[in-house]
């Protein structure tokens, strides 16, 4: 029994984890700050990504580090002690964890480089 509530304690908190962190991210982003629309009074404003992209993101954010701690804990079973297993499961799932909260960022933050300058500094509307 102690097996199954390490196992069901650590998938839990990995699919809470990774359900905030990709909610966090996903909301910070800004594509979805365009989308939610942050311009002058409300212009771009495309509500339908709270219903298409959300529920998404929010999905695949519970599912994907759950099911990497339950791999990795089946593909160790009986070798070595469950703290052991259960200490290299934590630190697969926060690798696949920080692996796909960067995907999301980098999806939800399209380089520009028109919009960049030189020394990295972000560049005004009001400039072109």
């Known amino acids: 029994m102690e097996q199954r509530?390490?196992?069901?304690?650590?998938?839990?908190?990995?699919?809470?984890?990774?359900?905030?962190?990709?909610?966090?991210?996903?909301?910070?982003?800004?594509r979805?700050?365009?989308?939610?629309?942050?311009g002058l009074e409300g212009n771009g404003r495309d509500l339908s990504v709270?219903?298409?992209?959300?529920p998404l993101v929010l999905l695949a954010g519970a599912l994907i580090p759950p099911l990497t701690w339950l791999l990795t804990l089946r593909l160790l079973r009986g070798h070595g002690a469950l703290r052991a297993r259960a200490l290299v499961a934590a630190v697969c799932t926060t690798a696949v964890l920080a692996g796909s909260a960067w995907a999301l960022h980098s999806w939800a933050?399209?380089?520009?480089?028109?919009?960049?300058?030189?020394?990295?500094?972000?560049?005004s509307d009001l400039d072109q």
């Open 50 to 54: 709270l219903w298409t992209e959300l």
């Open 32 to 38: 979805t700050g365009l989308h939610m629309g942050t």
């Open 109 to 123: 933050n399209p380089y520009d480089p028109d919009r960049v300058r030189l020394s990295g500094v972000l560049v």
């Open 5 to 30: 509530d390490a196992a069901g304690y650590g998938g839990c908190a990995a699919a809470a984890l990774g359900a905030a962190t990709a909610l966090y991210v996903w909301g910070a982003s800004t």
